[in-house]
T-cell receptor
Framework: EPEVTQTPSHQVTQMGQEVILRCVPISNHLYFYWYRQILGQKVEFLVSFYNNEISEKSEIFDDQFSVERPDGSNFTLKIRSTKLEDSAMYFC????????????FGPGTRLTVL | SQQGEEDPQALSIQEGENATMNCSYKTSINNLQWYRQNSGRGLVHLILIRSNEREKHSGRLRVTLDTSKKSSSLLITASRAADTASYFCATAPSGNTPLVFGKGTRLSVIA
């Protein structure tokens, strides 16, 4: 069964460093999303991406964040200069071209900023 | 903004019993989805119910949706220890839009 994959599973970085989180969405899906979950809190939407551009973003997704689909399979989230409060689990999700967006999530990348 | 809010926050039951979790939201939706998350792991999609549906089944799962009350429930029948996880509802105002998640219900099934 097709699934969303994410790498790395765990990333530890120093405050101020740049990190890139990688995702491979399900191959025939067209909508891609990043969400995050701070430990013990809700899953929060960051950004959605369709047709090679951002379709929607939350107020969390400030200038420190960017997304890219560098080739036909990968979808990346870059945090330019990490802060302590960026420590969270980051989930990638994808959905197909239907009226009802059943979103399938990857296993997540746990980002720890020291 | 709309929110899915689950209730109860935590539920502890014996294996074999049924577990019911509720979700309320505030604005109109296109669909509502339920997810399971084992501790520290990813989100597993369980079921999607459309705004024009009232009930849906998948194996031991039964989901209801009452759009007049802006609420949904997830029933897990004949629970097993492996059902121990957090369960989240997530709502979408329209197709292919970001999901808004609730805080989740932590279910513990005791063998």
């Amino acid at each position: 069964e097709p699934e969303v994959t994410q790498t790395p599973s765990h990333q530890v970085t120093q405050m101020g460093q740049e990190v890139i989180l990688r995702c491979v969405p399900i191959s025939n899906h067209l909508y891609f999303y990043w969400y995050r979950q701070i430990l013990g809190q809700k899953v929060e939407f960051l950004v959605s991406f369709y047709n090679n551009e951002i379709s929607e973003k939350s107020e969390i997704f400030d200038d420190q964040f960017s997304v890219e689909r560098p080739d036909g399979s990968n979808f990346t989230l870059k945090i330019r200069s990490t802060k302590l409060e960026d420590s969270a689990m980051y989930f990638c999700a994808s959905s197909g071209l239907t009226s009802y967006n059943e979103q399938f999530f990857g296993p997540g990348t746990r980002l720890t900023v020291l | 903004s709309q929110q899915g809010e689950e209730d109860p926050q935590a539920l502890s039951i014996q294996e074999g019993e049924n577990a019911t979790m509720n979700c309320s939201y505030k604005t109109s939706i296109n669909n509502l989805q339920w997810y399971r998350q084992n501790s520290g792991r990813g989100l597993v999609h369980l079921i999607l119910i459309r705004s024009n549906e009232r009930e849906k089944h998948s194996g031991r799962l039964r989901v209801t949706l009452d759009t007049s009350k802006k609420s949904s429930s997830l029933l897990i029948t004949a629970s097993r220890a492996a059902d121990t996880a957090s369960y989240f509802c997530a709502t979408a105002p329209s197709g292919n839009t970001p999901l808004v998640f609730g805080k989740g219900t932590r279910l513990s099934v005791i063998a």
